[in-house]
């Protein structure tokens, strides 16, 4: 009887300290993915923000004589057009050499479908 007392109670204490190094190997592993997603998040913040610059807007510019709409960082193109600045009233063609700023895409595609031909 003392013999299955005592192989029950090793066997008992085997396996709570199994219980507890593979407790603490998982709250490592558990550990290490949190900061693995920590920085997935950061990249992530960034790229929003880098997003909401470039979509915040547009700018007309001109360009050989053209206007051609840049997004928001002003120095990405986001499209060609064929509207000759030149076809322009005065004050837009002023307006185009410093960079109009336009808020939006909507803004954006009735200007462009207002002044081309």
């Known amino acids: 009887m003392r013999k299955i ?9 085997v396996f709570i300290f199994s219980l507890g190094f593979y407790g603490s190997y998982r709250i490592s592993q558990l550990k290490d993915e949190v900061q693995e997603l920590e920085g997935f998040r950061l990249k992530y913040q960034a790229l929003e ?15 050989d004589g053209k206007v051609h709409v840049y997004r928001g960082d002003g120095e990405t193109v986001y499209e060609y057009t ?13 307006e185009i ?13 009735s200007f462009l479908e207002n002044y081309s031909s």
Do not use: R
């Open 49 to 63: 923000v880098e997003n909401q610059t470039l979509d915040s807007g547009f700018y007309l510019k001109n360009d």
């Open 5 to 13: 007392f005592y192989g029950t109670g090793i066997f008992l204490i």
């Open 82 to 94: 064929n509207i000759q600045v030149s076809s322009l009233p005065d004050a837009i063609q002023e």
């Open 97 to 109: 050499e410093k960079g109009k700023f336009i808020k939006s895409e909507v803004e954006l595609y």
